[in-house]
């Protein structure tokens, strides 16, 4: 991993880390509501790199080293998050990048994908949702496992704690979930956010406003939905209906997975990637 860099991007500032070749096609990792680029792990990002991706990860606003808003109010909306991205791409240099959106970053990816559509060689929605009416709410034990007020945040080892008692719940009832290394991304999440109140409350309190230039149908680049099968917060409907909304698209689905990626599904999801982000084979060459 090189180094992480702070880039000024409008009115905030954002920590930033690449890995991989920067001549090769850039995928551009968003993790989702108050979740910082750690929990797109070193060793994955690695992965993808080694596949001859140029992977790029970041802190959005109000997670890890990246700028913190008052708690509560942090006056920015989605459309902003999609604005910081393409800043990051502009600082980088990099013209087209393939997108990965994760859970509620689904939707930041989809405004990429619409609104800066000249930016966006490829989209990849991971445990996201169409939001549309119908599909099955999240399942009863995410809800009352998530429904524990915060810890104090004067203590760290209880809201490293906290940290992972909630990721687990994300990952339902996944047997492939490993609380060690929930815990330990956990550790290093805690000790790097500026500000962790904001962080586990900003991202819900923000403005969800919508593409300018329209929705799911709009999309005009490759799609990919990757989804868990046994996802508690958005139950596997949810990416099924995504795939039905976006025509010609690539669905995945990972047995025993629930809304987070574990590291046992790991090389199922790299390998997804690096398919769907594939470069075109040149004119006259091939088979």
């Excluded at 880390?17 to 968003?30: E, H, N």
């Excluded at 942090?74 to 859970?103: K, N, T």
């Excluded at 490993?178 to 962080?199: F, K, N, P, W, Y």
């Excluded at 917060?233 to 025509?247: K, T």
Aim: hydrophobic share 45%.
């Amino acid at each position: 991993m090189n180094p992480e860099q702070m880039i000024p991007v409008g009115a905030v500032e954002l920590c930033v880390q690449t890995v991989g070749d920067p001549g090769d096609p850039a995928v551009l990792l968003i993790h989702g509501a108050c979740a910082s680029m750690v929990w797109w792990e070193d060793e994955l990002c690695e992965r993808i790199a080694a596949g001859g991706r140029f992977v790029i990860r970041y802190d959005q606003r109000d997670t890890g080293r990246s700028t913190s808003f008052p708690v509560g109010r942090p006056g920015y909306a989605m459309s902003d998050l999609a604005a910081d991205a393409v800043g990051i791409l502009d600082a980088l240099g990099v013209e087209r990048a393939h997108v990965v959106g994760r859970s509620m970053s689904g939707g930041t990816a989809l405004f990429l994908a619409v609104d800066h559509a000249d930016r966006v060689a490829s989209v990849t929605f991971m445990s996201t949702t169409t939001d549309e009416d119908g599909l099955p709410s999240p399942t009863r034990a995410f809800v009352d496992a998530t429904s524990h007020e915060a810890p104090d945040l004067d203590d760290v080892d209880a809201v490293v704690e906290h940290v992972t008692a909630a990721v687990l719940a994300y990952h339902g009832a996944s047997p492939l979930a490993d609380e060690e290394h929930v815990r330990g991304v956990a550790h290093v999440d805690v000790a790097r956010t500026r500000d962790l109140a904001a962080s586990m409350t900003n991202h819900f309190a923000m403005e969800f406003d919508g593409p300018r230039n329209g929705g799911f149908s709009e999309i005009s680049c490759p799609a990919l939905v990757v989804h868990g099968a046994l996802d508690p917060v958005f139950p596997v409907e949810h990416g099924h209906a995504l795939h039905a909304s976006l025509p010609g698209s690539t669905l995945v689905v990972l047995d025993d997975t629930g809304h987070e990626l574990p590291v046992a599904r790991w090389d199922e999801f790299v390998a997804a990637l690096l398919r769907h982000t594939q470069p075109p084979t040149p004119k006259g060459l091939g088979a």
